[in-house]
């Protein structure tokens, strides 16, 4: 396969090109967790607070993957633009490796660390109990997690985005089908509560990367993932680090803050948490389109970067940036028309309902500013300069909105919370901008 498509296509159809299967890629994975709450939120609210408190730990375990399979991607794409092949082969199976004892690594820490982690945030036994009860075994499944990402990167490098599109829908047809059979117990499914939505996602999980191996034999790679290259190279893991731990903090990083928040927000009410843990959800599906088409313009970044197109590299810059701009605009206006039934998906609580369209009206103030934080990271993750999009990130997540999130929630109540998501994505874009322009 002939990856030359990257430099010589329109940039606009190759953008949409790219980055539609990737969109709907996103869309099916955030459907896992929007899937799993919709039906845990039917047992009680209790258990949709569980999920909710679990999610930072899971979501720090898809960031390291997820970080370091963007790193993978970033370097199997540069050098197939730079035309060496045997450095791309070694990239696609040093990195697959390396990412499997990832994920062994945080199954296991992950497990450990879950009992002290939760009582930092809830003293109410039963919320914990259930807790418990799916990360225990969600968790079990990392090093599944960890594997398809890696071909789900790969694919996307070699521009075979349809493919990865459909392996993830597989794996959530399943998923959605054995939610409800496995949470309620229907048919002869016994009825595992919360603990049906951790395995039901696993299977899903594993059928996704059942997929991905049975197109590696039909339609096989432009790469080679070989034994002969498992041997470690210092060139090949430093460029998949330099980007892959930059992206991994930056996905990890809304982790720390929602372990922050909660703890803020707690000393107000838990109804708060769970608001918290609500948005999270939704906006993960807000999120999906602009993080679709940024996942699709990471390896054309990289491909014409190390083919030396740096004007195409700008073009492909500008057209993303109106396309996630435009993509924000509609989930502010989806907030302000149906925030009722957004909330309303994941509890019956007329007064949380309530908190929560309050909260999603403040932080949509935001979305469109976002797009353009959320453009100049992935642009540079491309490029393979992780240290600057960390710093973006580090911004966004932690160096404003936390300060930001105490001093208002002083001045403001709980809503001085959210309030500091919209004032952060306004500080941020500018510095983005001007980060991007230094290093572009």
Not at 44 to 70: K, R
Not at 243 to 254: D, F, N
């Amino acid at each position: 396969m002939e990856q030359t498509f990257m430099k010589e296509k329109r940039i606009l159809p190759l953008v949409l090109s790219m980055s539609m299967p990737m969109v709907i890629s996103m869309a099916v994975n955030s459907l896992y967790n929007i899937v799993d709450s919709y039906f845990v939120a039917k047992l009680s609210e209790d258990a949709m607070t569980a999920l909710a408190l679990v999610y930072p730990m899971q979501n720090m375990i898809n960031a390291i993957a997820i970080g370091f399979a963007i790193g993978i991607n970033a370097s199997v794409a540069f050098y197939l633009g730079a035309g060496d092949q045997e450095q791309a082969d070694k990239s696609a199976t040093q990195g697959m490796f390396l990412n499997f004892i990832h994920g062994a690594v945080l199954m296991i820490l992950c497990i450990a660390a879950m009992p002290a982690f939760l009582r930092m945030f809830s003293s109410d036994e039963n919320v914990i109990k259930m807790a418990l009860e799916y990360s225990n075994r969600a968790f079990l499944f990392s090093t599944v997690i960890a594997l398809t990402l890696v071909f789900e990167k790969v694919f996307q490098a070699v521009g075979k985005m349809k493919i990865s599109m459909f392996s993830m829908m597989c794996g959530f047809v399943v998923n959605i089908i054995l939610d409800p059979l496995m949470i309620f117990g229907i048919g002869f499914f016994p009825a595992m509560g919360i603990a049906g939505a951790a395995y039901a996602t696993g299977i899903g999980q594993v059928l996704t990367l059942v997929v991905y191996l049975i197109f590696c034999k039909v339609d096989p790679l432009p790469l080679k993932i070989e034994r002969k290259y498992l041997r470690l190279e210092k060139k090949v893991a430093a460029r998949m680090y330099s980007v892959g731990i930059s992206a991994t903090v930056s996905l990890a990083l809304p982790s720390l803050l929602i372990s922050v928040l909660n703890g803020i927000l707690a000393g107000f009410s838990e109804k708060y948490v769970l608001v918290l843990g609500v948005y999270y959800k939704l906006q993960t599906f807000i999120y999906l389109t602009a993080n679709g088409i940024i996942q699709g313009i990471r390896p054309l970044m990289g491909y014409n970067f190390g083919a030396g197109e740096k004007e195409r590299v700008k073009k492909i810059f500008k057209t993303t940036l109106v396309l996630t701009m435009g993509v924000m605009v509609i989930g502010t206006i989806l907030s302000w028309l149906i925030p009722e039934n957004l909330i309303g998906l994941f509890t019956t609580n007329p007064q949380t309902i309530q908190s929560g369209v309050t909260a999603l009206h403040i932080i949509s103030f935001g979305f469109v500013l976002s797009a353009v934080s959320v453009t100049c990271c992935g642009a540079l993750e491309g490029l393979g300069k992780g240290r600057p999009s960390l710093y973006i990130s580090l911004f966004r997540y932690t160096v404003i909105i936390i300060p930001a999130a105490f001093l208002f929630s002083r001045l403001m109540g709980a809503k001085g919370v959210w309030f500091a998501f919209c004032f952060t994505e306004l500080v941020t874009a500018g510095l983005a901008f001007f980060i991007y322009k230094k290093n572009e």
